[in-house]
Every structure is written in structure tokens, then in C-alpha cells.
């Protein structure tokens, strides 16, 4: 294992900069997000979450796919180009390194999203373990581990020291770019953060926060559940939720005219909207307790039925610290019995 | 600074929208037309059948595709074709304005005249000084879609 | 509080098995305590569910939309705050006022757990509230804080514990005690700013929107059948940031069409995942009407004519001047 | 997709001098959905129109666009021609090319591109309209005239003459106005009362015609076709049908110090009284504001001496309301406010006086009995000066910027007039130019110069000051370049005239403009003249402009032929240009019935599909489409979008600020 002192973090992140856009967590006016680092970003690896997901990084909210222009009666049409710029995401969490499982589920299977791709393939990630989790956090319902979050880097902070471990072999290229930073470290301090955590982890509310796996199984009773209605009653149908989350992957297709040029972009949507997928003239959920009902039978039914078991949800708690009405995954599942509370 | 920069660019040639009432303004600028009073080609008239018809919507729009300024022109308070409509309009438009200097767009890209159907002088020669006032705030980079380049 | 919640719950039973009411508006608890959610009750056996604590800051009164299409008779308990959003809901004809009973619910201030967790608070497993001492158990240690010192930023500038609108009031009225805070000094803090400065404010707060369209949801001015930001055919429809322009264009948009009709209850600025200022540019419009147009608060009665649908022959010119617009 | 057709007119070299015509068809013939385009010499001629039927027919056109002069001159030229060639009239949008580009414009690049510009503005809009029809609403046969001078009896009469019923409208006590008060018209020097009076029995005696004096507009809602008028008429205190107009009662009144309006204040009259002895209706009426009875409660003197048992203190104000559909406004004029004319001493010596008031001394019926004495000393003046302009072609601001049009003649004839009863009585007329165009007048002027002896001295009056008993007059010659000064006994101010006080008033209700002197604006200067922009409402007699009698007679003549053009016919067709809800969207709020200027909006609780496709009840704004004018008031009010506005829909005016910018 190796590891780097704090007074050398400005030199590292210096060096990871020059392999590729590097993406971390940093405080920009009170709030800590993914942030491009450049000299002076303020840095920030305390913070258990970041505002918004990593899914910015590869899934950006808005993103042109192609330009038609018109030339007289002439119709040609330019594609955008790929992203293929190198980019490191440091500092990701557990839940969000395994938010990419989920993502790539989508957009890497056929017919693959060649923009989502060629993100994700000229990316190395660079997970940061939990010390500490916020009540809010549930990960461990998803068997993630929070202290060993992988990616192709995991790197622990304990004290004013950065431990580096590389998984992967691309994980392995960056390290060995970088190595002349980095020191050899005991793994002893590590062992004991992981096993703190673990016990803090133990004591929160969410602990013992488990989803029955065999629910999809049990897709129509769930579906069929009275409860919904008092659930979705108090939901607001905005996409605070969907925005936030990580693993949330709906998008929508719209065109921008500018006088003889359209722009094809796409955007994130949420099928909590009234405007969701319109077929034929209207959303085919047409009332406020199918969306909302659709929103969680997707992450708890629908896709694990398809996805041998994967859950669509990471356990990182943003919809439960950003949700205007406090509703969330964790009291829809509680309240449709489907969690194992124990 | 933007402003100063774009004093010295003499060719700089603000694109304005003008938004005239049918009974009132747009006769005006027809007065204007009959009269030979000239105004810079870059203002484009849109006709509404009164000023109450702007929408706030459709004068951000303007802004947001690329105009350089926006002016709408209805009947003199008390004259309005329709009564009342210009009354709305003024506290719709002073609203707006204050709002947009609020948020830090320069003072003066908007503005409302009255214009009566019998000014045709006062329709050039308002067209000419908002095109000024324009010329020496320079492009509109603030409100602007980046995708909208001209 | 607690007092209180026991009275509320007292009344909805009551409405409930005297058939006065099918549904009664009311909040439920959480995992955290400072999570919970307005809930729908339609039966005396569900209401051990209510609750009423210093984490209830939601407006219940848009809720009463649905219902009220169906003809339904609902029961809502209404903070005074709250009261003004109700009002403006049944002014907007979202509400029908025959059918709704308005039970109002003395509040002595909300606690913003945003304010508490900012200061490094984490793993919250309970949080206890005593007068003026919260106590934030957390699986880090205990935490003391002072009411007076983490309230929502809505309640600092708490209108009054008078009720609007109320077909019965709870318990005796409370006060809101600490600092209050003026919404216009926000605005004058901006105002005094050169317009430069206040272009950067605006673009930093509006470059983080994501348009969730939490504002507008929570707004109980905004209660639109079609949002005219998600009518395709308007021409203005757009979900996700292209640029800054186009959050400018919604955030002053909705502003200008809440303008005279926003209550001021401030759930915008709350519910924003982002944190935007939103309260900043609604006090704006709302400071320039008391300005421009004489003092008017929307919300306090449930007929006055709006000042954007209302006029006067001797109104204040929409020019400019030297020091900008007067 | 639209198939667009694109006309582009020359105009002669109105359009063609400025604008590379070829050009702007060569710029829409690039844009996808133009599939026809072409340049005329003349549009809105015969050869253009056909041009235009042609290709509609031949290339199934859809939508036509028509680049020409402004849509106020040929929008419903080219509107009817399109609907003659089978496209509904109102899928065809103007490009101002003309007033607002090749006018305006000199640069022959810039103005082209401007064109192209104002052209693809138009295409942009024009995808969006969608086919209207005019709906018909019934006419009410009956016209309304306001205002009960000349102008307002010759086009009551005219109407009446026609067959349909009219009421005339009159806010003095009698009918007669202006002319009333003259004592001789020139250039014929008819006595005006001669002339006057017969059209005020006629107009009076007349089966068709209702007069409401004493009376006025109240509130005017409605449209063309369907005017709604209250009218109230003041409480006269003596009632009309028992009155026999013997004039005891204003004998008999014991108040007679009331300045007397008729003889423009310069004596006084009683209470109760009648206008002047012509006066139509003759019926007195008691002006309660200085009636001892109405003022102290005692009194009562008129209705124990009146023999027909006519007087009534108790009759109060009534509102009469009734429909019309037409209205003619005729609300005349009056002399300006002289204050700010400090230098003249009007008002400070009783022996400077106005036109007007000159009128009165000389008319027999006056305070004078038609002698011309001082109002000082009631000495015959020896001197008299007379000063045009006063007050007209004034750029000081203190006056009018126009010409009065009227003071030129009259002073002739004073002067004249003067000079013959009175030939020891020296005349001196001071003016600027002296304007005589009409028939006869110039040869009237000469007279008055050759035959009469009047001093006509091309110059301005700087200032007269009060001497002793005289009048020291301070002017300018402008022919020899000196100052002068001369003695005078009397000073007579050529006043200008401005519209009546009610034209601001009446203005608003209707919605009719004015200018920004007052006087009601015309549809058009030279081809509505007696129009306004209105539609519904004409206009008669000085209320549009300066007028002398014989045009005043003439142009109320046309407006009732325009009258007459609508109350003929049994049906209107109404604009399609309303407002209409989209109730799938409507909220309800209702706001745009708060600021609907016409009561045509009002909100229903109504079953609707909703946005789902579900049905439910909810409250929902329903637009009156007879009564809406299309102002749009209503579609910025709608937060949602709601709310729209045929021909001027939210997507078309944002098509068109899309193509703009």
C-alpha cells in the first residue's frame, strides 16, 4: 500500500491533472461538488457526499448529439464528436464508484450510448473510503462497502495521510505516472479507520435498513399495494430525487432551432414529470401514483428483475436529504414492506 | 469593460426589437415611414394589437436569441385603443425592467415608450436614441443563449 | 409542541369519525425525526401515525388541490405562515373554500437541520428540542444547539401567529423567538451592489439549478394545471441547462408570474436542492410592488384584486434613469 | 409542411429605390416551405391581385405572405383578394416594406437586407396562423350623435332623413352650440341665428330624432353594431311635457347674478333660465348651484308663478341607457384658457376682449343689444385693434402649435362689420399672415382691406398696457422692421380654439384617440377622414379639427353617409381576432377576467378533459368572442399559456421574434 502526506496533495492532484481532466470533490460557495481542479480549487475530502453524483461527469444534464443545417433546400447533418478527452474522477465514494455497475448496465449494453462509453472508458476512477457516514447512508443494503470502495484507485484518508491502493491495470498506469509522489504505508491505520467506520456504521438509524431480494418476484402484490396512494399522495412530482441520484438514467431528446441550424441534445428528464415519455399526445402514467409508483418499481422491481438481482438504487441517502417533502426510497420501501427491517 | 470597448466599434450595429400597438405605435413608425424620418435598419417592428399583448416571455426571448435591446411602444397612458390595456403593460413592463436591473442586466437594453399614432417624429427619433443608448451599452452578452452567436 | 400535536390529533379524530371530513391533511414521522412528510389520513386508526414537531415546515394547503377537483372534504391544519398559501389557493379558484375546514396550529418557528448539519453534524440517530435547547444525538456524540439559532430562514422572518384563514385554531397562539430577519434587507443588500456585482450573484446562484422545479411544485402560488415551462407548444419548454440564459429566463419567468400573488412563505428557498436564493429575487418583486403600487400582501384575504391585474391612471412610469430603473 | 407564396411589391420606385427587389425573392426562395415567390410593380393593383389569385390556384399555396406597404393601407385589400381565390383571408401577413424599411431607409444594402429580414419575420408568423372566420353580430338601428352644435344637427338630421332613428346628445340646456352665439357668418354675412335656427326646428320637430339636452355620455360599453350608451340626463327641475316656455319663472327669479354662459359671461342671468331665445328645447332649467330654493330652502318664487305648474325641485338625474350602432362624435370646441397671455390684459381691462365675446356685443341678442360699447364705461369705442393668432401658431408653449383656421375670416368679418355700422370707428388688424384660402374669402379679406378701410399691419402685439381710459397697444411691424405703439379703446383677441373639455373623456370611454392636442384622431388623413380608428365611430365638425360652418356641415354629412353604411345592414362581421382558452390548460385563477376591459371574460365551473385525458370539473376562464376586442390584455395575465390570441398567438409572435433575432 502506499500513501502521500497532505503537504504533497497540491503536487499530486498537480500530477493527476496532467494525465487528464481531474474531477474532485471541492467546496465551491458552501456546497462540495465534482469539480474540475485547477490551481487554487478548494478541496474538500471531508465531506461524506457530494451535492450532486458523479453521474454529472459521465451522464451530463445536457448533451448535444448532433447539428442538422439547412443550406437552401439542403439538409446536412454533423455529428458532435465523441468526449474522448482522458478524465479522472478522484475522491468518488462507494456508493457512487458502484453507481457506474448500474449505469454501465444501461448504457454499455446494446445498442450502446457511444457518448457514456467513451466517458467512461478514457476515465479512471479513484475511489475515497468512508470514515465517516452520515445517518442518511445506506450502502450496506447493497452490500457495498464503504470502506473499501474500489474503482480502479481506492485510497483511504486517515489523518493528514492519503493511502493509495491500485485495483486495476488502469489503476495501475496512473499510479505508476504518479509515482514518484507516493510513499509505501502501513496498512495498519487503514485496517483501523475500516473497523471505526464499520461500528459508527453499526449505530446508525439505517443499519439495519435491508430489501427483501426476492421482491421482484413478487411484482404484482407490490404493484398492486394500496399503499402507494398514500405515498404518492404527499409527493410533490418535482425531480429533485431523480436529479440528485445517482443512478437515475432517463433522458430526454429535444431539438434547439437557431434560424437554418437545429441542435439534437438530450437532457435528463425523470418519470416522475407530467411530461414523461409522451405517447401519443400524454404520458401513459397519467396520474401522480403511477409515476411515482413507476420511479420505484424501477429501482426495486423492475431493475433487478433484469439485471440478475442489481437493485438501482446505491444507498447514498441525496434523495433523503434532498426530497422538499422528506419522501424517499427508504420510507416507499418500509411503508411497502419490502424491507427486511430487522 | 464591455461598454467602453464597444463605444469605439463605430460599425457595431445592435440588433433592437420593437414592439409596437397596432392603433397607436405602429401607425406612429407609419408616420414616421410617410414622413421620410429615418431610424437605423437593425430595429425591426412586431406588431401586436396592443402593448398588453408583450409578454415578458416574449421580450426575454428577444434577449435570449440575440437582440441588443428591446423596446415596446403602445398608446400614451389614457389613449389606449382598448381602454386599459397600456396600463397593464406599464406595471407589467416597469416590474420587468426593475427585475432585469436587479439581476445585474444593464439599465436601458429595455425600455417602453409611449407613442401615439399622430408621432411620427417622436417614433424616429425615440428609435434613434434607444439605438444610441444601445450602441453604447454594447451586445447584449448577459441574457444572451450562448447558442444564438450572430 | 407536543401539547399541540396531542390537540391535532384529538381534532382529526373527531373530524374523521364524525364523517365531517373524508381526508384530513397532517404530517407523519420520518427515519430521522427531522424528516417528516405531510401525509393524507382518511381513518381514525391511521392517526397514530400524525405527528407535529419542530420539523413540520411544509405547506399542506396545495395538497387540497386534488381533492377538491373530486369534490372531496378535506381537513388541513394550517401553521399561520400557512394560512396566506391556503388563501392565495382558493383566490387562484384552486381550492374550493366549501369544501376545505382550515384548523390553524400554533407554531413557535421550524428548525433547519440544513443549519445544524452545516456545522459538521453527522450521523444524527435522534434530535430532542426543549424551549430553546435542541439536543442532536448523533453516533459521533451529542450535539447542544439553541432553537433561536437554527431556525428556517422563513421563520426568522415569521409574519405573525394570526391566522388568514381558520375555521378553528388549536391550543394558544406562540411567537417565534430570536433575531428576526427582514426579507427585503437580502434585497437592499443586492440593490446597493453595482450592476456587475449583481450579474455575478445571479450567475453563480442560477448556474447551479438543475430545474428539478422543486420551487415551483412547493410554491402554493404556482399551482398551474400546465406549467407553462412544460407546455411544448409555448415554445419556452425546457428541462435541463443549456446555459445560464435560459435558468435566468425560468427563475425571473416564475418570479414575474408569482409577482403579487407570492405569499412569501419562502419553501422555495428550502426545498432548492441546490440552495439557491430563490427568496431573493420573489422579495425583490414583492418589495417593488409595496413600493410601486402601495403595500400589498398576498395571501392576507382571499379576494383583493392582485396588483398585476389592477391599476391606477397616476402609476409609476416604467422609465429610466440614471441610477437606473426608478 | 406550408406552401408559402411571397409577393414582393415594387410600389412604382417607392419600395424598388431602396429595396433590391429581386433579391429579397432570390433570399425566401431559399427557405424551405416558400414554394412560390414573386415581385410586382403594383400589388395592390388589379395586375398584382391577379398575380396573387393565380398562384394561390395554381400552386395550392396555404399561406401567402405579401412584402408592400403597411398593413393599414392594403391588409384588407389583400385579404379579401386572397379569400376571393379560395384561401381564408386571414392566412395572408403583411411585410411593412415600405413605411417601415424603403421610407425610412436610404441605403439601397441595408434597406434589402432589412426586407429580407422583415420578409422572413412574416414567413415565420405566417406558418402559425391558423384559418379564422368572422363570426356576424346583428346592428342596432339606431345612431347616437354627441354633441348638439351644427355639426351634430346636420348629421343627426341627415340620418334621420335616411330613415333610421337617432338621438342627438347635448350637455348645454338647448341645442344650437357655436353657432348660436355668432351673430353673422361670413364670408355671405347670413345672420347665423337665421340660418341656425331652422335646422334646430327641424332637427327638433323631427320623428326619427330623440334630443337629450341638459345631457351626457355616462359609460359606453359594447362594439360596433352593439353599442351600449348611459346617458344621463341632468335633472332640469322643470318639467318638460307641462312647460310652455312663457319665461315667467326666469323674470320672476329673485338670484340674477349668475355669469350668463350663452353671452360668454359678460352679463348675468337668472337661476332658472332659458339659454337664449331660440333656445330648442324651450324649456327652462333651474341651476340649482345658485337657486335660492336649492341653496337656502326658501324661495320658491318660479313654481308659484309659473301658470303650467312645470316647475319640479325634486326631479333628480336619469340614466337612460340604450343601444346603438353607430356613434358620431361632435363635441365641438371652445376658446382657450388666455392666463398665460399676460401681456394682453385679457381679464385685468374690460375692454380686452375675445372674438367670441365681441360675437355677443355685436349681436342684438347680446348683453348690448347689439350695440358695440366698452364693457367698462359702455362708451362706443373710436379705436378698435385686433390681434389673430392669439394663441394659435404658438410654439412657445403657452398656445397651440396649429392654426385655428377660423380666426382669419372672422376678423375680417368683425372688422368689416365694424366699419360699416360704426364708419367713425378706426379698425387696425394685427396678424401674421393672413390665411384666406376658400371661396370667396380672399375677395371677403380684400374687401374689408379696399372697400372698408381696415389697417391690416403684418405684426405681432408685444404688450398693451391699461392708460387711463385707453389701451396702449405695443407691436411690431414686421414689413417696415419697427416697434409702434397706438392708442386703442377696445382690444379684440383673435382666441384659438381647442377641442371641448369632454373629448378626453368621451376619448377613453369609446376608446377613440385623440391627438395630442385633443382633437379625435381620423382613421386615416386623407382616406377616413371622418372616421375614427374605431370601429363604430365617426367623427363630425371641429371635435376632429378647426373647421368654419360650411365644412363643419359638410363632413357631418359624411359621417352620417358612414353611419348610414352600417345601419343599413342587418349584420356585422366581427373580428375573428379574439382571444380564446385553452380549457385543457386553464387553472381557472381567472386573472384574465380581472383585466379584460371588456367583460368579455368570465370564469364557469365546467366538465374538461384534462391534460391526461380524463375528464373532471373545474373552474375555467370562458371567453365571450361577441364581446372580446382582442386586445391580448387577457394572454400575458395567463401564467400557463392558456390564454391566447388568434392572429396574434403566443407561437406566432415568438415565430416572429425567433426570425428577428
Same mark, same amino acid.
Given at each position: ?342 | ?150 | ?49 400524525? !405527528?407535529?414537531?419542530?420539523? #413540520?415546515? &411544509?405547506?399542506? =394547503?396545495?395538497?387540497? %388541490?386534488?381533492?377538491? $377537483? ?31 375546514t382550515v384548523i390553524g396550529i400554533p407554531c413557535s418557528g421550524m428548525i433547519d437541520i440544513k443549519k445544524i448539519k ?31 439559532? !437554527?431556525?428556517?430562514?422563513? #421563520?426568522? &422572518?415569521?409574519? =405573525?401567529?394570526?391566522? %388568514?384563514?381558520?375555521? $378553528? ?158 | ?415 368689416m362689420l365694424t366699419r360699416e355700422k360704426y364708419p367713425d370707428t378706426d379698425v387696425t388688424v394685427f396678424y401674421i ?229
Open positions: 500500500m502506499l500513501k502521500i502526506n497532505k503537504a504533497k496533495w497540491a503536487e499530486l492532484f498537480a500530477a493527476l491533472s496532467a494525465q487528464g481532466t481531474l474531477y474532485l470533490p471541492a467546496e465551491v460557495d458552501g456546497k462540495v461538488d465534482f469539480t474540475v481542479w485547477q490551481d487554487g480549487t478548494e478541496v474538500n475530502l471531508q465531506a461524506t457526499q457530494t451535492a450532486k453524483s458523479i453521474k454529472n461527469v459521465f451522464f451530463p444534464q445536457i448533451e448535444n448529439l448532433l447539428d442538422f443545417k439547412t443550406d437552401g433546400l439542403k439538409l446536412s447533418v454533423e455529428q458532435r464528436m465523441l468526449p474522448e478527452e482522458d478524465t479522472i474522477a478522484f475522491g468518488v465514494r462507494g456508493c457512487d464508484v458502484c453507481s457506474f455497475e448500474v449505469l454501465d448496465k444501461v448504457f454499455l449494453k446494446e445498442p450502446v450510448d457511444a457518448f457514456y462509453k467513451a466517458r467512461r472508458e478514457h476515465c479512471t476512477i479513484v475511489s475515497l473510503a468512508c470514515s465517516a457516514p452520515d445517518e442518511t447512508c445506506f450502502c450496506d443494503t447493497f452490500a457495498i462497502d464503504a470502506t473499501n470502495p474500489g474503482g480502479d484507485v481506492t485510497t483511504w484518508l486517515v489523518g493528514d495521510d492519503l493511502f493509495w491502493q491500485a485495483n486495476t491495470d488502469k489503476g495501475k498506469e496512473l499510479t505508476e505516472k504518479i509515482q514518484a509522489l507516493l510513499a509505501e504505508g502501513d496498512e495498519a491505520g487503514v485496517n483501523a479507520q475500516q473497523k471505526a467506520t464499520k461500528e459508527i456504521m453499526a449505530k446508525l438509524p439505517l443499519a439495519d435498513f435491508k430489501i427483501d431480494p426476492k421482491i421482484p418476484a413478487e411484482q404484482e402484490k407490490v404493484f398492486n399495494s394500496a399503499i402507494w396512494k398514500q405515498l404518492s399522495d404527499s409527493c410533490l412530482s418535482c425531480c429533485a430525487c431523480t436529479y440528485v441520484c445517482p443512478t437515475c438514467h432517463c433522458y430526454d431528446v429535444r431539438d434547439f432551432e437557431i434560424d437554418n441550424k437545429v441542435e439534437r441534445f438530450r437532457c435528463w428528464d425523470s418519470c416522475m414529470c407530467k411530461d414523461f415519455t409522451k405517447m401519443a399526445a400524454v404520458n401513459p402514467r397519467v396520474s401522480r401514483l403511477e409515476r411515482f409508483r413507476q420511479r420505484y418499481m424501477h429501482k426495486l422491481v423492475y431493475f433487478p428483475e433484469n439485471n440478475e438481482g442489481t437493485f438501482a438504487c446505491v444507498g447514498c441517502g441525496r434523495c433523503l436529504q434532498k426530497c422538499p417533502v422528506s419522501l424517499n426510497i427508504v420510507k416507499v420501501a418500509k411503508a411497502l414492506g419490502v424491507a427486511k427491517d430487522v | 469593460m464591455l461598454e467602453s470597448e464597444a463605444c469605439e466599434n463605430t460599425n457595431y450595429n445592435p440588433l433592437i426589437v420593437a414592439f409596437c400597438c397596432n392603433w397607436c405605435s405602429y401607425a406612429g413608425a407609419d408616420g414616421a415611414g410617410t414622413a421620410r424620418k429615418s431610424y437605423p435598419a437593425n430595429i425591426k417592428i412586431i406588431k401586436v394589437p396592443c402593448s398588453c399583448r408583450v409578454n415578458p416571455l416574449f421580450v426575454l426571448r428577444a434577449f435570449l436569441r440575440g437582440a441588443d435591446g428591446v423596446i415596446l411602444c403602445g398608446c400614451h397612458p389614457g389613449d389606449c385603443h382598448y381602454t386599459s390595456g397600456n396600463y397593464y403593460t406599464r406595471r407589467r413592463m416597469k416590474l420587468l425592467m426593475s427585475t432585469l436591473s436587479y439581476l445585474g442586466i444593464e439599465d436601458g437594453r429595455m425600455r417602453v415608450e409611449w407613442v401615439s399614432a399622430a408621432e411620427g417624429n417622436k417614433f424616429s427619433e425615440t428609435m434613434n436614441s434607444f439605438a444610441e443608448t444601445i450602441k453604447s451599452l454594447g451586445e447584449n452578452v448577459k441574457l444572451r443563449d450562448l447558442r444564438c452567436k450572430k | 409542541m407536543q401539547k399541540i400535536a396531542e390537540l391535532i390529533k384529538k381534532e382529526a379524530e373527531s373530524l374523521l369519525k364524525e364523517n365531517k371530513v373524508t381526508a384530513v391533511w397532517a404530517w407523519q414521522p420520518g427515519e430521522f425525526y427531522y424528516d417528516n412528510s405531510p401525509v393524507c389520513f382518511t381513518a381514525p386508526e391511521q392517526l397514530d401515525k400524525l !405527528v407535529y414537531n419542530e420539523f #413540520c415546515p &411544509s405547506n399542506l =394547503g396545495k395538497y387540497l %388541490m386534488a381533492g377538491s $377537483k373530486k369534490n372531496e372534504t378535506m381537513a388541513v391544519f394550517a401553521k399561520p405562515c400557512d394560512t396566506y398559501g391556503i388563501n392565495q389557493l382558493i383566490k387562484d379558484h384552486r381550492i374550493k373554500r366549501e369544501l376545505i452545516n456545522q459538521g453534524v453527522k450521523g444524527i440517530i435522534s434530535v430532542s428540542v426543549s424551549g430553546d435547547d435542541v439536543i442532536v444525538t448523533t453516533a459521533y456524540g451529542d450535539k447542544n444547539f439553541k432553537k433561536s439559532e !437554527v431556525l428556517l430562514a422563513k #421563520c426568522m &422572518s415569521c409574519k =405573525g401567529s394570526d391566522y %388568514m384563514i381558520a375555521d $378553528k385554531e388549536l391550543g394558544e397562539k406562540m411567537e417565534v423567538k430570536c433575531q428576526k430577519l427582514n426579507p427585503e434587507d437580502g434585497v437592499k443588500k443586492l440593490e446597493a451592489m453595482t450592476s456587475q456585482e449583481r450579474f455575478a450573484f445571479w450567475q453563480q446562484e442560477l448556474s447551479k439549478c438543475i430545474r428539478c422545479n422543486a420551487c415551483r411544485d412547493i410554491c402554493p402560488a404556482c399551482s398551474c394545471e400546465q406549467c407553462i415551462f412544460d407546455n411544448q407548444e409555448a415554445a419556452v419548454a425546457g428541462k435541463a441547462s443549456a446555459n445560464t440564459a435560459e435558468e435566468q429566463m425560468f427563475h425571473i419567468i416564475r418570479a414575474y408570474h408569482v409577482a403579487g400573488r407570492c405569499v412569501g412563505c419562502g419553501e422555495c428557498a428550502r426545498v432548492c436542492p441546490q440552495g439557491i436564493q430563490l427568496g431573493l429575487l420573489n422579495t425583490k418583486f414583492a418589495k417593488d410592488i409595496n413600493e410601486f403600487y402601495g403595500k400589498y400582501q398576498p395571501g392576507a384575504d382571499d379576494d383583493s384584486k392582485a396588483p398585476l391585474v389592477d391599476y391606477k391612471f397616476d402609476d409609476v412610469e416604467p422609465t429610466i434613469s440614471a441610477k437606473g430603473v426608478r | 409542411m406550408q406552401k408559402i407564396g411571397v409577393f414582393v411589391c415594387w410600389c412604382g420606385s417607392n419600395i424598388a429605390a431602396t429595396v433590391d427587389v429581386a433579391k429579397v425573392i432570390e433570399s425566401v426562395k431559399a427557405i424551405p416551405d416558400v414554394a412560390f415567390a414573386s415581385d410586382y410593380r403594383y400589388m395592390c393593383s388589379e395586375g398584382g391581385q391577379d398575380l396573387m389569385q393565380n398562384a394561390i390556384r395554381e400552386h395550392g399555396l396555404t399561406r401567402v405572405v405579401v412584402c408592400a406597404c403597411s398593413p393599414r393601407m392594403h391588409e384588407a385589400t389583400f385579404r379579401k383578394a386572397a379569400e376571393a381565390a379560395g384561401l381564408n383571408p386571414f392566412l395572408l401577413e403583411i411585410a411593412n416594406i415600405r413605411e417601415q424599411c424603403s421610407w425610412v431607409h436610404k441605403d439601397k444594402e441595408v434597406g434589402t437586407e432589412k426586407a429580407i429580414a422583415l420578409a422572413k419575420a412574416a414567413i415565420a408568423k405566417v406558418r402559425f396562423n391558423s384559418p379564422l372566420q368572422a363570426g356576424q353580430s346583428e346592428v342596432v338601428k339606431r345612431a347616437l350623435v354627441i354633441g348638439g352644435g351644427i355639426a351634430g344637427i346636420q348629421t343627426a338630421l341627415d340620418i334621420a332623413e335616411a330613415g333610421y332613428k337617432v338621438d342627438l346628445v347635448e350637455k348645454k340646456p338647448s341645442i344650437g352650440g357655436r353657432m348660436s352665439q355668432l351673430d353673422k357668418t361670413f364670408p355671405t354675412l347670413d345672420c347665423s341665428a337665421c340660418i341656425l335656427t331652422p335646422k334646430m326646428v327641424d332637427v327638433a320637430a323631427h320623428p326619427n330624432v330623440t334630443i337629450y339636452t341638459y345631457s351626457e355620455i355616462e359609460k359606453v360599453s359594447g362594439y360596433v353594431g352593439q353599442f351600449e350608451v348611459d346617458i344621463r340626463k341632468r335633472a332640469r327641475s322643470v318639467k318638460a311635457d307641462l312647460c310652455t316656455g312663457c319665461g315667467v319663472c326666469q323674470d320672476k327669479c329673485p338670484s340674477k347674478k349668475t355669469p350668463n354662459e350663452f353671452n360668454q359671461g359678460l352679463d348675468n342671468r337668472s337661476a332658472i333660465y332659458i339659454t337664449f331665445a331660440q333656445a330648442v328645447p324651450k324649456v327652462p332649467v333651474i341651476d340649482r348651484e345658485h337657486c335660492l330654493k336649492f341653496q337656502t330652502g326658501k324661495c320658491g318664487i318660479c313654481e308659484k308663478v309659473c301658470p303650467s305648474k312645470a316647475i319640479d325641485y325634486t326631479q333628480e338625474d336619469e340614466i337612460i341607457t340604450q343601444k346603438y350602432g353607430a356613434i358620431v362624435l361632435a363635441t365641438g370646441f371652445e376658446t382657450i384658457d388666455l392666463t398665460k397671455f399676460g401681456e394682453y390684459q385679457y381679464g385685468k381691462s374690460k375692454d380686452v376682449i375675445t372674438s367670441l365675446e365681441f360675437e355677443r356685443l355685436t349681436n342684438a341678442a347680446g348683453p348690448t343689444e347689439g350695440h358695440l360699447q366698452r364693457m367698462s364705461d359702455g362708451k362706443q369705442p373710436k379705436h378698435i385693434v385686433f390681434v389673430s393668432c392669439v394663441g394659435s401658431r404658438d410654439v412657445s408653449g403657452r398656445g397651440k402649435e396649429y392654426c385655428s383656421k377660423i380666426c382669419c375670416m372672422y376678423t375680417a368679418k368683425q372688422a399672415d393672413v390665411r384666406t384660402p376658400g371661396k370667396g374669402f380672399d375677395e371677403f379679406y380684400r374687401r374689408a382691406v379696399e372697400e372698408y378701410n381696415v389697417h391690416y399691419i403684418k405684426g405681432q402685439v408685444g404688450k398693451i398696457l391699461e392708460q387711463g381710459d385707453h389701451l396702449l397697444v405695443y407691436a411690431s411691424d414686421a414689413l417696415s422692421n419697427s416697434h409702434i405703439s397706438l392708442e386703442a379703446d377696445m382690444v379684440v383677441l383673435a382666441t384659438a380654439i381647442q377641442p371641448s373639455q369632454d373629448a378626453k373623456k368621451l376619448a377613453t370611454m369609446l376608446t377613440a384617440s385623440i391627438d395630442n392636442n385633443n382633437f379625435f384622431t381620423e382613421a386615416h388623413a386623407k382616406l377616413r377622414p371622418v372616421e375614427s380608428p374605431t370601429a363604430g365611430v365617426f367623427l363630425s365638425g371641429v371635435c376632429q379639427g378647426p373647421k368654419d360652418v360650411p365644412e363643419t356641415v359638410s363632413q357631418a354629412g359624411a359621417a352620417a353617409v358612414k353611419v348610414l353604411g352600417i345601419l343599413s345592414k342587418d349584420t356585422l362581421a366581427t373580428n375573428p381576432c379574439v382571444a380564446s382558452c385553452n380549457e385543457r390548460i386553464c387553472s381557472g385563477c381567472l386573472a384574465c377576467e380581472n383585466v379584460c376591459p371588456y367583460g368579455a371574460i368570465g370564469g364557469e365551473e365546467k366538465t374538461v378533459i384534462n391534460l391526461n385525458g380524463k375528464r373532471e370539473q373545474r373552474v375555467v376562464s370562458v371567453v365571450n368572442e361577441a364581446l372580446c376586442q382582442g386586445c391580448g390584455a387577457c394572454t400575458v395575465a395567463c401564467p400557463c399559456g392558456a390564454m391566447d390570441l388568434n392572429g396574434f398567438s403566443n407561437k406566432q409572435i415568438t415565430a416572429e421574434v425567433d426570425a428577428i433575432c
